[in-house]
């Protein structure tokens, strides 16, 4: 739709930048025909709007492209700027956005030109712009701020690309871990860009001096309620540097299981098995009860729990189910790494079985419903084999037989001769 609208409207403005121009060919060579109408004025008009707009839809186009990764060289500079596959590029949309301010304010000047604008008009517009104005005891500069912003967002492309190399090449060279180098290039990132940040501030004319002024009035604004901003960002610093969490790992979190995409300075990304985002807040990661299947290695125990009738074979059954387990590919049935061996337990009589349960270890515990799932299935086509009845709930009804009850004297009536009374 919106595609569709704006092929719409550059075509109504292409349409009538040509009617306008050869309307003032014409008008120029039949000079008395239009009798004085501004028809040069005009189609210029309609040629500075229609490129103007031309320009913004290309600006929107090259910002989606760099989203989305359409061409090659696209995917490339997201690569070579460590954008990964599904994430916005954000210095693209600031970029666009600054450059569609820009087009849009240039376009009044470019009008105002057109439609007469004089030299000493433009000349004090431009020491406008470059001198600025004041704003109580604020000085404001139109285009240093400009300047500013484009020059954070180049320091911002810079930083992306710096902290990139930093993980994936410098800091792969030495013994450090992953995690530990993930780490390291986001601390640095977050430093290099309040650095960044400093510099802006002082290219655009804001003295540093006035910062404690700033941190005391925003110390009073955290009193009152940033409270929890700051109690996640203290938290995320924590968790990058104690790192009880690290991206990749499969953790459970109150009501929240799934595996750690991604910890920013303020809330740590959680993609479910549902394919699902959720958000957490770094303080909970730290205050709730925290369970990590994978934080030093991959392995996990499941159990697979079944019941078996009474008068089973409890040996036959201990030993199928030690077969099952040492014959699937995910279970350590070795002990390598120091882990136990499967295990085939006697939990118990049941009320209407003979529970047993399998306990074993997995290579990949992210993978234990998928194991305990193919261990099921084997144990079912196992217990088939060997005719042991998988046992259900049984409930014995025994009906016990009362003695007749005694009926109650039947009524008579009044008209009954009484036999009782003697005569």
């Known amino acids: 739709m919106y595609k569709r609208l704006g092929a719409g409207i550059t075509a109504l403005l292409f349409v009538a930048t040509c009617v306008a121009a050869a309307a003032a060919l014409y008008g120029w060579w039949r000079t008395d025909h239009w009798n004085g109408l501004p028809i040069p004025q005009i189609a210029l008009t309609l040629a500075t709007v229609l490129l103007a707009w031309l320009a913004s839809r290309w600006t929107d186009r090259l910002a989606t492209g760099l989203n989305e990764g359409h061409r090659v060289w696209q995917r490339r500079l997201r690569r070579w ?23 849009w304010l240039a376009v009044p000047l470019a ?20 001198t600025g104005f004041n704003l109580g005891q604020v000085q404001i500069v139109p285009a240093q701020l ?63 001096t006035k910062l404690a002024f700033i941190a005391g009035a925003l110390s009073v ?26 991206r990749g790992n499969y953790i459970t979190v109150g009501e929240t299981e799934g595996f750690v995409r991604r910890i920013r300075i303020r809330a740590t990304e959680i993609e479910t098995l549902q394919r699902t985002t959720v958000v957490v807040p770094n ?22 729990p079944v019941g078996v009738a009474y008068g089973s074979d409890v040996r036959l059954v201990e030993r199928l189910l030690m077969e099952v387990a040492d014959e699937h590919k995910d279970v350590i049935s070795d002990g390598r790494g120091g882990v136990p061996k499967p295990v085939a337990l006697f939990r118990g009589f049941g009320n209407s079985t003979l529970d047993f349960e399998l306990r074993c270890f997995i290579r990949d515990v ?19 084999e060997h005719d042991v009845t998988i046992a259900f709930p049984q409930l014995d009804v025994w009906h016990r037989s009362l003695p007749p009850t005694p009926q109650p004297p039947v009524d008579s009536g009044d008209d009954a001769p009484d036999n009782t009374r003697p005569d």
């Open 81 to 103: 700027l460590n954008v990964e596959d599904g994430e916005r590029f954000r210095e693209a949309d600031l970029v666009a956005a600054m450059l569609h301010l820009a087009i």
């Open 111 to 130: 009008l105002l030109g057109i439609w007469g604008l004089s030299r000493a008009s433009f000349d004090m517009l431009r020491h406008l712009a470059w």
């Open 146 to 208: 400009i300047m500013g912003a484009l020059l954070l967002v180049l320091l911002a492309t810079v930083i992306r690309w710096l902290t990139g190399r930093m993980e994936n090449q410098w800091l792969a060279r030495t013994p450090m871990e992953t995690h530990t180098r993930e780490a390291v290039a986001t601390i640095t990132g977050y430093v290099l860009f309040v650095i960044a940040a400093l510099v802006v501030l002082s290219y655009v004319g804001l003295d540093l």
């Open 221 to 246: 604004g955290i009193g009152f309620g940033l409270q929890t901003i700051v109690n996640n960002f203290v938290s995320g610093l924590i968790l990058l540097f104690e790192q009880p969490v690290r």
């Open 283 to 304: 303080s909970e990661l730290l205050t709730l009860h925290l369970k990590n299947w994978n934080l030093r290695d991959r392995y996990g125990r499941i159990g697979c």
């Open 366 to 384: 992210t993978r234990r419903f998928f194991v305990v799932s193919d261990l099921n299935f084997a144990i079912d086509a196992a217990f088939r």
